[in-house]
């Protein structure tokens, strides 16, 4: 079992945006460490090295394939920010590498490969976790909080948005390309409904209007998710760009979560008895840091996955993203 005595050596499988700023947060931990990071890119893997490198004392191997990452003994854990569509692939070989694992959202594209990560991972012994990371953010926790110890009395109304253009990128691109999991649901979608899910659970039933990209995949969609006494609003678009909050009413108060509400600083608490407060948080780094810890905490106790983002938690998700897949394609455009 992990102890805290020495830094935790973390390695990086992906080398694009995302990666650069997790790995940036990374060094404000001083329980972890990167240790190496992996590309099929020589280049790209050295200048990444080189970059992070803390002050020329602790070096940073590059390799130039994954398996050559997962085949180093420094390589405690490894984080994957690779595209969605070889998550699995590369869980599933860094788990049989015996490393643990904090895999970018979406962790799988189906239920069924969430099950099959996720019992990897129990049979093997290791920690995985699906790196949602608003999940941790402290703001979206202190809203969560409200909610679930009942200041704002019982939820009746969940909403949330996430959008931003992106219809004139490269159709081969990462967010349009269906080969890649293209589309809003899988990229940014997943915010919005896991927010609906962390405070309502799984719908009853929902009604869900898209717009498709040129490539197919779609541009925007409306979800309505509709619960026995509750429902959700759910925006996620290429399309237009969006406020970016997300609120939780019930018959007690309100919190509304300030742009961009996934990445906050701040909330809003609206109750009859309190009136109207902002509450402020000091954020650590760009807020990666949250999740970093709660991986470290995880290890060092033993842990196989985490009490707030559970393996059932992923699967859930996952299953709502299918659904609504599913009824988006029956729905036509």
Not at 153 to 158: A, E, M, Q, T
Request: proline share 4%; hydrophobic share 40%.
């Amino acid at each position: 079992m992990y102890t805290a005595q020495k830094p935790l050596g973390w390695g990086i499988i992906g080398l694009g945006k995302i990666a650069h700023s997790f790995v940036r947060d990374l060094a404000l931990v001083p329980e972890a460490r990167l240790v190496a990071v992996g590309s099929r890119s020589r280049e790209k893997a050295d200048a990444f090295a080189q970059q992070y490198a803390e002050d020329g004392q602790t070096p940073v191997t590059a390799c130039d394939s994954y398996e050559a990452l997962l085949a180093l003994e420094e390589v405690s854990v490894v984080y994957i920010a690779t595209p969605h569509t070889s998550h699995v692939e590369w869980s599933l070989k860094a788990l049989a590498a015996g490393k643990h694992v904090l895999c970018e959202k979406p962790m799988a594209m189906t239920p069924e490969e969430v099950k099959q990560v996720t019992g990897l991972a129990r049979e093997k012994g290791l920690f995985f976790m699906e790196a949602l990371w608003s999940r941790f953010n402290p703001a979206v926790q202190k809203a969560i909080d409200y909610a679930q110890e009942g200041h704002l009395g019982k939820l009746s109304y969940v909403q949330a948005d996430f959008g931003f253009f992106a219809l004139d990128r490269d159709p081969d691109s990462r967010l349009l390309n269906p080969e890649l999991g293209g589309g809003s649901l899988w990229d940014i979608g997943i915010y919005p409904i896991f927010w609906a899910y962390q405070l309502l659970g799984m719908p009853t039933s929902m009604v869900v209007a898209q717009t498709l990209a040129r490539t197919g995949v779609d541009a925007q969609l409306r979800i309505d998710f509709l619960y026995p006494e509750a429902t959700a609003q759910l925006l996620s678009s290429f399309a237009t760009f969006s406020a970016m909050t997300a609120q939780v009413g019930g018959t007690s108060g309100s919190v509304l979560l300030h742009p961009r509400w996934h990445e906050t600083d701040r909330l809003t608490l609206q109750t009859p008895e309190r009136g109207i407060e902002t509450e402020v948080f000091q954020l650590d780094g760009k807020g990666y840091t949250y999740e970093i810890r709660e991986v470290i905490q995880c290890i060092s106790q033993g842990r196989l996955e985490s009490l707030l983002w559970s393996h059932q938690n992923s699967w859930e998700l996952n299953s709502l993203l299918a659904d609504v897949a599913e009824s988006a394609n029956s729905s036509g455009t």
